[in-house]
């Protein structure tokens, strides 16, 4: 397939995600690896296929005495460097990832064209980690994964059962190369019962509340929500597995007192967990796209998130 967006550092994982001694399976741009991290937090990556008869090496085991992987079928067995366990010779194609703190990154083999963001570090300062939530892998173009983070329209109708906004203001809006600012003011209607009963989280939002949004293209977009019991910061994460399907997670941090913290969390995983959904939900319903008939506020938003991405 042709690469998408060539040079751009992915976050592929928070190391969270990846458990300990287990093989896992991620794609990205058209190519399987498989990671799997030790229990000193180790990560270790290797091209998912097999180079004795092409099996999956993800759906093998890992030995934790020896941090290696060995393949299903024949049983051959290779360390984090794609070397044959007894011989030392290298045959299987190491992944190159950069761990940053729990964050794994790679530029899946291509040249670098940007550095690796410090838009988690500089956001999460102060910010306790609460979860990774809303892993999914959906059917759409990285394109239109990627446009829906920038439009500030789609939250009155994808995710208007759970916020059921009456108007959005945007402010403070400044873009500088790769990196993009605003400020979203929300005013919401009043949710019915049903509404609460479906979501809990819609209890405990107030009637207006503000969102700073800070993006880095093309990956991440972080949000940080300020509410009478505290802050929430989250982090939507995307990354083309292939033309067609596209990864998403988030990654979710508060601001609050402890027991508020714990108490609260369980329902705001889940709550954002609903809004990925709803977004997945409408960008797989999407039917090919065309040129629009008719614009609505703020979509330069949008349009200037597009250009970045068609002048790659
Ligand atoms: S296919 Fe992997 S050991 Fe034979
Ligand atoms: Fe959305």
């Known amino acids: 397939m042709k690469l998408i967006l060539p040079g751009v550092p992915w976050l592929i994982a928070h190391k969270s995600m990846l458990g300990i001694n287990r093989p896992n399976k991620i794609t990205l741009n058209g190519q399987d690896y498989v990671l799997w991290q030790n229990v000193h937090g180790e990560v270790f990556a290797l091209d998912n296929v097999c180079p004795h008869m092409q099996a999956p090496l993800s759906k093998g085991w890992i030995c934790r005495e020896r941090d290696t992987i060995t ?34 990154w790679t530029y899946g083999g291509a040249k670098p064209k940007l550095p690796i963001p410090d838009l988690i570090e500089r956001r999460a300062q102060g910010f306790q980690f609460v979860g990774v939530t809303g892993q999914e892998s959906i059917q759409g173009d990285f394109l239109s994964n990627l446009l829906i983070n920038y439009d500030y329209n789609h939250i009155k109708g994808t995710h208007r059962e759970l916020f059921n906004i009456e108007a959005i203001e945007i402010s403070d809006y400044e873009e500088q190369g790769y990196q993009l600012k605003l400020t979203t003011k929300i005013i919401r209607g009043k949710n019915s019962l049903q509404d609460v009963l479906k979501n809990p989280v819609v209890a405990i939002l107030p009637k207006t509340y503000l969102n700073q949004f800070e993006y880095s293209f093309p990956s991440l977009n972080s949000i940080i929500g300020t509410f009478p019991l505290g802050k929430t910061l989250q982090i939507h994460v995307i990354y083309p597995e292939t033309e067609k399907q596209t990864k998403t997670f988030v990654l979710v941090f508060a601001q609050a007192n402890a027991i508020v913290i714990q108490l609260l969390k369980k329902l705001l995983l889940k709550g954002i967990e609903d809004i990925v959904k709803q ?31 068609k002048d790659w």
């Open 279 to 309: 977004d997945n939900t409408t960008v797989e319903s999407l039917y090919p796209r065309q040129k629009a008939k008719i614009k609505l506020p703020n979509e330069e938003i949008m349009f200037y998130a597009e250009k970045l991405y």
């Open 71 to 104: 393949c299903p079928f024949h049983a051959l067995e290779f360390d984090g460097k794609g070397r044959l366990y007894q011989q030392k010779t290298p045959i299987a194609s190491p992944l190159k990832i950069e761990c940053v703190d729990d964050y794994i």
